[in-house]
């Protein structure tokens, strides 16, 4: 998990949460990308770095029901983190939810979803 090991709180803390966000979800575009079996570890790394990056926002956000709602979106990654093969209608529902943390986010859904 070394991928954003120079990402400091600090640095991290000055993006808008809607940027943070943005980032997390760059991160689950790049694991869907690689949920063929033979990417599964580079999809594996690439949860490890969704996992990082939620827990830098969970840690720089002083909004406890964000907080909240981060920790139970995180146990979703985690699960897909230490799936055996890849759930790729698992991984979908958890990037939606990701997007509908914040409005701009959200923009990024297709309409209807």
């Known amino acids: ?9 600090e640095r991290w803390a000055g993006f808008s949460l809607d940027q943070q966000v943005l980032m997390i979800a760059n991160e689950m575009h790049r694991a869907a990308k690689l949920s063929a079996p033979d990417g599964r ?49 698992a991984h979908a529902a958890a990037f939606r939810a990701l997007l509908r943390l914040t409005p701009e986010a959200s923009k990024q859904l297709a309409p209807g979803r």
Request: charged residues 25%; proline residues 9%; contains cysteine.
């Open 1 to 9: 998990m070394s991928h954003h090991a120079g990402l400091s709180p």
């Open 41 to 89: 570890e580079r999809a594996r790394n690439a949860y490890a770095r969704v996992l990082q990056l939620t827990d830098l926002t969970i840690e720089v956000n002083p909004c406890r029901p964000l907080r909240r709602e981060l920790l139970r979106w995180r146990d979703l990654v985690a699960a897909l983190y230490v799936a055996p093969i890849a759930e790729p209608g």
